[in-house]
């Protein structure tokens, strides 16, 4: 099985702040990769898909990007709407796995 | 539009059967497939398995012994059962959808149904 190594476990981060969540993939996965958000209650939301691709009606302070075996999502300027659990799932092959979570903390 | 809706019940005794039903409107179970996910409280979140738009399935290993997914596509509806049922079941389970090729990857997701194993 892949495996996803999410980075970090948690953070806290103060408004307008740049911030950075990673996965790291342990087989090669390509750009096959979503990251969702996950607010308390809810259901997860998908945010990018295909590493790097902004889904439907997500702020564009949202972005993903890859280098190699690592995967990132960015929010370049951090508002309090943002504060989740946000999670990455590889879609490359079956089982499909995700990430351990990171949950973002507004300071 | 599109829209995914689990149900099912909200307890269930260790050792016993657990059957949700995944009701889905606004696209066809024959375009798309349907996967399972679930998240135990405060954890993270663990893929189960799909039943793809030609009714074939996939199943995460670790669970593959005790789970069955299935549809009736004349009531848009996906079945999953998973039998003898344990503590660490408890979690709330989704239902999502899929079609790798339009980029409709885990779009759209149900609510959530909250499942607890206990006596």
């Known amino acids: 099985d892949i495996q996803m190594t999410q980075s970090p476990s948690s953070m806290s981060a103060s408004l307008g702040d740049r911030v950075t969540i990673t996965c790291q993939a342990s087989q090669d996965i390509g750009n096959n990769l979503i990251w969702f958000q996950q607010k308390p209650g809810k259901s997860p939301r998908r945010m990018i898909y295909y590493a790097t691709n902004l889904a439907n009606g997500v702020p564009s302070r949202f972005s993903g990007s890859r280098s190699g075996s690592d995967y990132s999502l960015t929010i370049i300027s951090l508002e309090s709407e943002d504060m989740a659990d946000y999670h990455c799932l590889q879609y490359k092959q079956y089982p499909l796995t995700f990430g351990s979570g990171t949950k973002l903390e507004i300071k | 539009q599109v829209q995914l809706k689990e149900s099912g019940p909200g307890l269930v005794q260790p050792s016993q059967t657990l059957s949700l039903t995944c009701t889905v409107s606004g696209f066809s179970l024959t375009d798309y497939s349907v996967h399972w996910v679930r998240q135990p409280p405060g954890k993270g979140l663990e893929w189960m398995g799909r039943?793809?738009?030609?009714?074939?399935?996939d199943y995460n290993s670790a669970l593959k012994s005790r789970l069955s997914i299935s549809r009736d596509t004349s009531k848009s509806q996906v079945f999953l059962k998973m039998n003898s049922l344990q503590t660490e079941d408890t979690a709330i389970y989704f239902c999502?959808?899929?079609?790798?090729?339009?980029?409709?990857?885990?779009?759209?997701w149900g609510q959530g149904v909250m499942v607890t194993v206990s006596s």
């Open positions: 039943i793809q738009s030609g009714g074939s399935t």
């Open positions: 999502t959808r899929a079609h790798y090729y339009s980029g409709h990857y885990f779009d759209y």
